[in-house]
């Protein structure tokens, strides 16, 4: 083929792959949970905030965000403007216009960058006055039923899409009859298709209801959402990816039907690194680049975005559902098709052994990296065991290994018997049965993956590990020679101790300390404030407990000495915001991930020994076999046919022609 024509079409495939890694390295996470806000919720401001600070776990669009502001007598306030730092995507500020003296309620609506699911929540603060009660703490809205089925069929398209491109370029070109290769591939190559056109298909249709939930126009929503949003972005790579597919996988369906298609080894020992050119390697580019933007779709990283390593993984580990379900179905498919053709028995043997290798190590490596994965997804034992992600999590790890023991009956029984017939020979009446059976189980895996991708997972601030540094419940201030520490714990809203230790660093004193009286000045309140009577001990006086606020308090410490004039130190200080009520414990509130990342390492190790020690007998066998075969039946000084059915070693010069 002449240069240009390579270049032409080389031109199709790679900014089309490139274009859905960069797309897919900037991932955020499918879903954001509400971490704080500033003001805190609850707060009671001395003057009115210009603007509120909503902090996400993860990346958000401020084109799809909403607030409105509501005082407590029904007064709306429009605000200003929303907006989401580039650099730091995840905090959301919302502009708020003058308003006076009153208790506030905040109403937000925001969605995540990757997959638009929604968090909802508000939170209250008081501006010159206490606020009413705050809120309960923002969640993300519930998977959709519509959202799970269009994920479902889409993530399915692909691994069929995956699977069949495998059995179809690697595995079938091994059929020594054209006839059989030429059917088979054409068979797959329509799954293929048909993967494709499924996939492309509940992408728009989950477009189409992503912009339904946005706005009740829906002509107006999804321009909107295509055009203004990473969501749309990645849907409009994905379907560039989808739609180029499509077509290169129709082109390969009617070569097949016309005559078959060489396989992928056999192009490149044809041509080299050239055959990277070929519509064979064009197309599992392809496939590879929408597998990426998909893999990245779902719950990927925090706000930062995704690092080259994890878009790694998440590649990895869809494309390993693909080698391993989409590999079981694809040769479901071709069991059919070669079901009652002659010859059928060799055909079946070379198709299930030349598969095996493929899902053997399809089928580790879904293990590892969902190993690797989980320990992102899910905080701990705890979160594992108390919310619907992780019982979901759960139900998928046990599915996972009732179809593995499918899979396994496969490789020590169905495969291995496969192994051990002779070319002649019928396959397993077993085989066909159970490779549907294992490959129903695959889909029902996905299923369950397409559930977990559509839901909240299992982490958040309640699951997070207690903060080792607990917020300043102490202050020391000097006024002339005296020196005061003022301490109020657990300075959060809510009861705190309230105490003031005193010391006169003048020697001698002027005059004795006799007395100290505490006075609270909260925004809004008498400017003379509430005054606390104190206990002493020595040089500490006790307050005893106050119900405080969220938000600035002016502490005044006043001393009372003996013939002198009272001293005030004036000690500003702010309340934090009550602590974040934590899961109860069900097993474990551990990090989950350093176990799972152990477990992964120890089942990449065991699987890559595995995988050794089978190629190694394969070769040493085959090496074996060779030489016994060459011993006995191919030295031209032996003859060993005795009888039917009976065999032994020749004797030297019986086969000769003139006698001894």
Sequence with gaps: ????????????????????????????????????????????????????????????????TSADLVEAHGMHYQATSVVTDRAVPNVVTVGLPQVPKGSYRLTFVTRDRVDLHQTAGSVVFGVGMAPGTASSPPQPAPAR?????LRWLGLAGITVVLGALLIALLVAPRLADGGQQRRVQAALFALALGGAVVQLVSGTALLAVQG?????????????LVTDSEYGSRWLVSSMLSVALTLFIAVLWRRAARGGVTGLRDEFRRLGP????????????????LTATAAVSGHAAGAAGLTAGEVVIRTTHLLSVGVWAGG????????????????????????VLGFGPYAAVGFALLGVTGLLLSGTQVASLTALLSTSYGLVLAAKVAATGLVATVALRHALFSWRSLGRRAPGDPPPRALLPTAALEGGGALALILLAAVLGSSAPARGPQFDPQPPIAPATQ??????????????????????????????????PLAAITGVTVLLRHPGGPAA???????????????????????????????????????????????????????PTVVSSEPLAPAVNLAAVVLALAASLMLLSGVMRHRFGDGAGRASHREEGDHPGRRRILGPGRTLPGIPGLNRTNGP
Excluded: C
């Design 1 to 64: 083929m002449a240069p240009r024509a390579w270049l032409r079409r080389a031109g199709v495939a790679v900014p089309l792959v490139a274009l859905a890694l960069w797309v897919g390295a900037g991932a955020a996470s499918a879903h954001s949970y509400f971490v704080e806000s500033d003001p805190a919720d609850g707060a009671i401001l001395a003057r009115a905030p210009s603007r509120v600070v909503l902090v996400f776990s993860s990346a958000v669009t401020a084109d799809f």
């Design 145 to 149: 039923p519509a959202e799970v089925g």
């Design 212 to 224: 339904a939930a946005l706005g009740p126009e829906l002509t107006r929503t999804v321009p909107r």
């Design 274 to 289: 050239l055959a990277l050119l070929s519509s064979q390697a064009r197309t599992v580019m392809l496939a590879v680049a």
């Design 328 to 351: 079981v179905i694809a040769l479901t498919a071709a069991l059919l098709v070669l079901r009652n053709g002659q010859g059928s028995g060799e055909a079946v043997r070379r198709l």
């Design 475 to 508: 202050v020391t201030r000097q006024s002339g020679e005296l020196v005061t520490a003022v301490s109020l714990k657990p300075n959060r809203r809510g009861p705190n101790l309230v105490s003031v230790q005193v010391v006169d660093s003048r020697r001698p």
């Design 529 to 583: 404030g509430e005054p606390l009577a104190t206990t002493r001990s020595g040089s500490r006086f006790d307050a005893g407990t106050v119900d405080l606020s969220t938000g600035d308090l002016q502490i005044g410490v006043v001393v009372h000495r003996s013939g002198l004039t009272d001293s005030v130190i004036e000690v500003p200080w702010s309340i934090g915001a009550p602590e974040v009520r934590r899961a």
